[in-house]
């Protein structure tokens, strides 16, 4: 009985002990100073490197542009000889790039110890829709790149598209989906062969009866069929044929001779 009383007064000594070690915890180790001041000097060296003149923008370069020089473009960004390279802000003005229609991806660069480099990949127009007195600039996609009062020869200028509206740098919504798909195929052909400086116009109304004009010549090319032979065919044939010729030629049956077709 002895022995069972003192381990009821030893488990209660025990109990008391945890108590006042509950309400009086164990001090933490505090950092050393020098370790503090360390860590403070690191930060003060960092931030002066941040701020120094070292990395303060001296020139701004633009790289695999085509529609965009490198005024225009910082300007939009906000970027600026005198700017600290380290502090720009690179994502927000990649972000505010990539809101142009032309403009698929960009990237800024840093290139140590003071040059800032705009990089794009820009989207390439193919082919042209003609919109009230106007012209939709339409990519590979089909996407609406710009809306411009004049055209260049040297890609087609594509008619029978059915729409009532477009959004720019959206792919344009047609009522005839297959008339688009032609028309890009066909645009991504012409650029191909290079007809560069001639007009070329297509009309994709109507699946079977594909048609259109380069320069003076009205060119028949009927289905999708054997389409890049068609397409080259009449590249090789407008070189050698005089611009001032006026006629036509049927490649709808690429089985059959090709005659030119003088108009009487």
């Given at each position: 009985?002895?022995k069972?009383?003192?381990?009821?007064r030893?488990?209660g000594e025990e109990?008391r002990v945890?108590e006042?070690?509950?309400?009086?915890?164990?001090?933490?180790?505090q950092?050393?100073q020098?370790?503090i001041?360390?860590?403070?000097?690191?930060?003060?060296?960092?931030?002066a490197?941040?701020f120094?003149?070292?990395?303060?923008v001296k020139e701004?370069r633009?790289?695999?542009?085509k529609?965009?020089?490198?005024?225009?473009l910082a300007?939009?960004?906000?970027l600026?000889?005198?700017?600290?390279?380290i502090?720009?802000?690179?994502?927000?003005?990649?972000?505010?790039?990539k809101?142009n229609p032309?403009i698929?991806?960009?990237?800024?660069?840093m290139?140590?110890p003071?040059?800032?480099?705009i990089s794009?990949?820009e989207r390439?127009v193919?082919?042209?829709?003609p919109?009230?007195?106007?012209?939709?600039y339409i990519?590979?996609e089909?996407?609406v790149?710009?809306i411009?009062?004049?055209?260049?020869?040297?890609?087609p200028?594509?008619?029978?598209?059915?729409f009532s509206e477009?959004?720019?740098?959206?792919i344009?919504e047609?009522?005839?989906a297959e008339?688009?798909r032609?028309m890009?195929?066909?645009?991504?052909m012409?650029?191909?062969?290079?007809?560069k400086?001639t007009?070329?116009?297509l009309d994709v109304?109507?699946?079977q009866n594909?048609?259109?004009?380069v320069g003076n010549v009205?060119v028949?090319l009927g289905?999708m069929d054997?389409?890049?032979?068609?397409i080259?065919?009449?590249?090789e044939?407008?070189?050698?044929?005089?611009?001032e010729?006026?006629g036509?030629i049927?490649?709808?049956?690429?089985s059959?001779r090709i005659?030119?077709?003088?108009?009487?």
């Amino acid at each position: 009985m002895k022995k069972g009383k003192s381990g009821k007064r030893q488990t209660g000594e025990e109990d008391r002990v945890r108590e006042l070690e509950y309400y009086h915890p164990k001090k933490r180790k505090q950092i050393p100073q020098k370790y503090i001041v360390g860590a403070a000097l690191v930060l003060l060296a960092g931030t002066a490197v941040m701020f120094s003149p070292v990395f303060t923008v001296k020139e701004i370069r633009l790289e695999h542009s085509k529609n965009f020089t490198t005024t225009e473009l910082a300007d939009e960004i906000g970027l600026a000889k005198g700017d600290n390279m380290i502090l720009f802000s690179r994502l927000r003005a990649e972000n505010i790039l990539k809101k142009n229609p032309y403009i698929q991806h960009a990237d800024l660069i840093m290139e140590l110890p003071s040059t800032m480099v705009i990089s794009l990949t820009e989207r390439k127009v193919r082919a042209y829709i003609p919109y009230m007195d106007s012209y939709l600039y339409i990519d590979e996609e089909g996407r609406v790149l710009d809306i411009q009062d004049t055209y260049e020869p040297g890609l087609p200028l594509v008619e029978g598209l059915q729409f009532s509206e477009f959004h720019l740098g959206d792919i344009i919504e047609v009522e005839n989906a297959e008339s688009l798909r032609i028309m890009l195929q066909i645009s991504q052909m012409v650029e191909k062969y290079d007809f560069k400086n001639t007009e070329v116009t297509l009309d994709v109304s109507d699946h079977q009866n594909i048609h259109g004009h380069v320069g003076n010549v009205q060119v028949l090319l009927g289905t999708m069929d054997n389409m890049d032979q068609k397409i080259r065919t009449i590249a090789e044939f407008v070189k050698v044929r005089p611009k001032e010729d006026r006629g036509s030629i049927d490649l709808r049956d690429p089985s059959k001779r090709i005659i030119f077709q003088y108009l009487t």
